[in-house]
């Protein structure tokens, strides 16, 4: 069964960037979307993006579109989620997660998680 594992996650200053990665092991990552969900304390898992795993298509959300690009690098069977100008609102665990469907945006969409990687980000 394919596993994920995410990693880049740590602490930066406020205007900084970070680079997320989520390596499936244990197979291929065969599903159609691998996502990026982040939950902060306190609050509900939000939905970040999504790429198309076929045709490198994506998606993001409103509060991230423009400071954040998702990739995938289908040899590697690996994703990527490249975040820049960050604020302390960003502060949250991060998980990739792999599914397929329409409904991209909604975390029920999804059947394959990681573990979560925490990113930090100060004033």
């Known amino acids: 069964q394919v596993q994920l594992v995410e990693s880049g996650g740590g602490l930066v200053q406020a205007g900084g960037s970070l680079r997320l990665s989520c390596a499936a092991s244990g197979g291929t990552f065969s599903k159609v979307l691998m996502g990026w969900f982040r939950q902060a304390p306190g609050k509900e898992r939000e939905f970040v993006a999504a790429?198309?795993?076929?045709?490198?298509?994506?998606y993001y959300a409103d509060s991230v579109n423009g400071r954040v690009t998702i990739s995938r690098d289908n040899a590697k069977n690996t994703g990527y989620l490249q975040m820049n100008n960050l604020k302390p609102e960003d502060t949250a665990i991060y998980y990739c997660?792999?599914?397929?469907?329409?409904?991209?945006?909604?975390?029920?969409?999804?059947?394959?998680w990681g573990q979560g990687t925490q990113v930090t980000v100060s004033s």
């Open positions: 790429v198309m795993w076929t045709d490198g298509r994506a």
């Open positions: 997660a792999g599914g397929g469907g329409y409904y991209y945006s909604a975390s029920g969409n999804y059947d394959t």
